[in-house]
């Protein structure tokens, strides 16, 4: 395998002893970028390698230990190293050469509400290491401490961090940002019974069985730092993918995501060899956020996925696409996001077409681009702009369909005026030639002009960058996907509204998870109740247990006050925690006053069982917050 390690960017601009690790020829084109969302500052000296020993204390809900970092210094730039923390609490800071440390004041300075405190650590000359050791608190959100109820398997309590997009810093200190990359060793402590599972190579246990070894020998940036603790079991897939989950979900999720061998050498095949030795799958308890956290060489899922048919396995090939698309060439600042998800899921409806035809692929980006559309009305024009301006702002706040089905849209665009083999080329040497850096998008644009513009257009008008990349809303000309099966379900669900059709005549034994989101989709908003009752009577929707389908019905039945689904919709949102489907169904809600009581009185039981992350955007919706 190839290892350029984040000191070949560096050597560009630090005068430093490359003296252990292989160097490749430094980058062309390679952006130093000033990211808003650290307070370190990487210009002066830059974190390169971690070593991280951690004790996990259930009973205190902490993480505890240190970090003992190595540091690349500019030439001629101040005594000192900035690291972000946030709701850490410090115990004590070192510094010196490795192996001969000693103590050093601590400089924490005041805290922004946001990014949290910086710690300044001071470096005489020829001083390279510092170590902290500190403990993580009940304040930091980027991890979430369960109790044996909130897992399936109801005995042993569960722990996971979810670090992206500025939640690393209330893990461990380290330079929080996307453009900084290091790798690392790490030692874990666990109580008996449970296994650690880091997104990092896993070395095993000591003799005690408790004591834990990883190593991540590729260079990352902090929000792919992930860790997680429970009693897991595991079934192998193929030598290099593995499925973790609790014992009684194992089974049911190495079934789901059966293809995934068979994705990995899709994806190799379109875009370059695999790197990251392993690609594992970690099937969470369900308060996880998300629906998958692309973790190097262990992705986390959330157990929504699970429908039992394989249909919302998408999302495997989402996180998968990452290991190029944002892990291997990642956004250099969160204002470059979309390089990281436009990217991706360009690339998973490549390797959904690759593995299931074209019709498949066709179907998703037709659903999602008719979602993006419905999503940009109500958001800030200011939103809809890819290279989207952040300053001062959590980006998770500014989160969105955007910088995906945006981004997707654009690089489709560009396929489609220069053609699939040159742009797939154009592709290819953005991931071989930035491999393990951070970028910008204005490197990519660069790297477009070097190696795609330099092919005629095979249409006119030419692809507007300036309009994609830096105006609000979608271009006039954005590409629109192809399904005829998306098309017949628009001309059913045009007839069933009109009553030439009833629910029976339907052919929905036939549907796929996807025509069934767009039928519910295709109907009207003022949908009411009874035409919702005769609906269910004929196909029982309020007992699909597929999450999507799931999710789009009660948000149907909410707007339409449908009683017979609201004890689904109080169930739905009390056993998983996934912020796609919360968000919208208590927004829906918090939109009359029955329904908002309704959430209240359903919020005040379960919020505790939810993650950081979705409780800061529910407790926004229903007006909570301090
Ligand atoms: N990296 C994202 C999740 C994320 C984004 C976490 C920003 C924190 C901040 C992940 O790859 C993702 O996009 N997940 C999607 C699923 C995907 C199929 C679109 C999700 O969780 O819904
Ligand atoms: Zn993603």
């Known amino acids: 395998m190839s290892k350029r390690f984040s000191l070949c960017a560096l050597a560009m601009v630090f005068s430093l002893g490359c003296t252990s690790n292989p160097v490749s020829a430094p980058t062309e084109g390679a952006s130093l970028v000033h990211d808003h969302h650290s307070l370190s500052r990487p210009s002066e000296a830059k974190v390169v390698h971690a070593v991280i020993d951690w004790t996990c204390d259930f009973e205190q809900k902490c993480l505890y230990g240190s970090v003992t970092w190595r540091v690349a210094r500019a030439e001629g730039g101040p005594g000192v190293v900035t690291l972000d923390t946030k709701a850490l609490t410090i115990e004590s800071v070192a510094a010196g050469r490795e192996g001969s440390l000693h103590p050093v004041p601590l400089d924490l300075h005041p805290e922004h509400p946001v990014f949290g405190r910086a710690l300044v650590i001071p470096l005489a000359p020829g001083e390279d290491h510092v170590r902290v050791d500190y403990r993580t608190t009940s304040a930091g959100s980027g991890l979430q401490w369960l109790s044996p109820e909130q897992t399936a398997e109801r005995t042993h309590p569960f722990l ?29 402590r666990v109580p008996s019974a449970l296994t650690p599972l880091m997104a990092a190579r896993q070395l095993g246990a000591d003799s005690d069985g408790r004591t834990f070894r990883f190593t991540m020998p590729e260079p990352i940036p902090s929000y792919l730092v992930a860790i997680a603790v429970g009693r897991v079991a595991a079934a192998d897939l193929s030598p290099r993918v593995r499925i973790w989950a609790e014992p009684s979900v194992v089974e049911a999720a190495a079934w789901e995501f059966a293809e995934t061998e068979a994705m990995i050498q899709k994806a190799e095949a379109l875009y370059g060899p695999y790197r990251w ?77 690759a593995l299931y035809g074209r019709a498949r692929s066709e179907m998703e980006a037709s659903l999602a681009k008719n979602e993006l559309i419905d999503e940009m009305k109500d958001l800030d024009p200011g939103d809809t702009i890819l290279k989207i301006d952040l300053t001062g702002r959590d980006p998770d706040d500014a989160f969105s369909n955007v910088p995906y089905e945006k981004g997707y849209l654009l690089l489709r665009s560009l396929e489609e005026a220069y053609g699939r083999e040159a742009f797939d080329a154009c592709l290819r040497t ?14 990519f644009l660069a790297h477009l002009e070097r190696t795609l513009f330099v092919h005629p257009p095979q249409s006119e008008p030419s692809v507007d960058l300036h309009e994609w990349i830096h105006h609000a809303g979608l271009p006039a000309d954005a590409p629109s996907a192809q399904s005829p099966e998306i098309a017949e379900v628009d001309r059913l669900a045009a007839e069933y509204v009109a009553g030439r059709v009833g629910p029976e005549t339907l052919p929905t034994t036939k549907w796929t998870t996807h025509e069934w989101l767009r039928f519910l989709r295709a109907l009207p908003e003022t949908t009411d109740s009874a035409a919702l009752a005769r609906l269910d009577a004929a196909l029982k929707i309020t007992e699909s247990r597929n999450s999507e389908i799931r999710m789009q019905w009660l948000l149907m039945a909410i707007r339409a006050s449908y009683g017979p689904a609201m004890a689904s919709l109080e169930d739905f949102l009390s056993s998983q925690g996934r912020r796609k489907f919360l968000k919208p169904l208590y927004t829906e809600l918090a939109k009359t006053p029955e329904g908002k009581t309704f959430a209240l009185s359903i919020y005040r039981q379960v919020r505790a069982r939810y993650h950081p992350i979705a409780q800061t955007t529910i407790d926004a919706i229903l007006g909570l917050q301090n």
């Open 277 to 353: 030795e392993r690609y594992d799958i970690l099937v969470l308890p369900p308060s996880f956020p998300f629906g998958g956290m692309e973790n190097p060489r262990l992705t986390f899922a959330t157990p929504t996925v699970l429908a039992k048919d394989r249909s919302l396995v998408a999302l495997i090939a989402h996180e998968l696409a990452h290991s190029w698309s944002g892990n291997l060439v990642t956004n250099a600042t969160w204002s470059d996001f979309w390089l990281n998800e436009g990217f991706t899921v360009y690339f998973e409806r490549r390797i959904l077409e």
């Open 430 to 443: 953005w991931f071989d030639e930035n491999a393990f850096q951070s970028r910008s998008t204005e490197d």
């Open 160 to 188: 996971f961090s979810q670090a992206q997009a500025i939640h690393a810093r209330t893990i461990l200190p380290c330079q929080d940002s996307p453009g900084v990359r290091f790798t690392y060793d790490a030692t874990v």
